[in-house]
Structures are given as structure tokens and as C-alpha cells.
């Protein structure tokens, strides 16, 4: 059975760090794509950051850029999602997604949740003001 699980939520004040990470299990295929999205209440799920787990190829929303860093260790099959200088408007629940196999995206198709076949149940990020 496929899982994703995601820890390192919580609250933080503004301009903190927090790291994120997305363990999974039960995967049987060798590549895939990871992605992190956020849903803030009363807002649509929208895509954070993106990595490919047989290219490497890395994509972020404009939001997060130059603030985010994804990351992935494949012997552990977790991605972690690297968030400095936060700001009230990154509160929201992350969750983490992963399609069924090798997946090659572009930064028009990377961020749509249909793209993805798995979903983590999400983590709460809280940034304080």
C-alpha cells in the first residue's frame, strides 16, 4: 500500500523557518513526481514546489521562490520542503503528492492536483504576525 506521511508542521512566527518532510512507503515503480501543495481556509489547493524523482528536475510557484527549497533523499524515500522567511500568508495545511510512476511535468502541468495519484493527509503550517 502506497502512504505519504508529512511531518515538521507548526507554529512559527514571522520571517521563521520550518522544514517539512514526505516520507513514503509502498512504492513499487522507481521513479516518480513529487509535489507540495497548501490549502489555506476558504482557498483553493494550490501547488508549492515540485521535484522529479528520475530527472531531478525542480519547479516552484512564484510565491514561495528564493524562499522555499525542495529536496529529495531517494535512499529514504522522503522529499523535504526547506521554508524560510515565512509570512502569514503561508498558513495553511501542506500536504504532500506523488504520481504512480515516472512522470515528466512542465511548469504549466506540474501544479495540477489531478496530475497526482497519492496524497498525504497533510500537515498544518501556522505563521503568526
Known amino acids: 500500500e502506497v502512504q505519504l506521511v508529512e511531518s515538521g508542521g507548526g507554529l512559527v512566527q514571522s520571517g521563521g523557518s520550518l522544514t517539512l518532510s514526505c516520507a513514503t512507503s509502498?512504492?513499487?515503480?522507481?521513479?516518480?513526481?513529487i509535489g507540495w501543495f497548501r490549502q489555506a481556509p476558504g482557498k483553493e489547493r494550490e501547488g508549492v514546489s515540485g521535484f522529479e524523482t528520475q530527472t531531478g528536475k525542480i519547479y516552484y510557484a512564484d510565491a514561495v521562490k528564493a524562499r522555499f527549497t525542495i529536496s529529495h533523499d531517494n535512499r529514504k524515500g522522503t522529499t523535504y520542503l526547506q521554508m524560510t522567511n515565512l509570512q502569514p500568508d503561508d498558513t495553511a495545511v501542506y500536504f504532500c503528492?506523488?504520481?504512480?510512476?515516472?512522470?515528466?511535468?512542465?511548469?504549466?502541468?506540474?501544479?495540477?492536483?489531478?496530475?497526482?495519484?497519492?496524497w498525504g493527509k497533510g500537515v498544518q503550517v501556522t505563521v503568526s504576525s
Open positions: 503528492a506523488s504520481t504512480g510512476g515516472p512522470t515528466e511535468a512542465t511548469p504549466g502541468t506540474v501544479f495540477r492536483p489531478r496530475l497526482y495519484d497519492y
Open positions: 509502498g512504492f513499487t515503480f522507481a521513479g516518480y513526481l
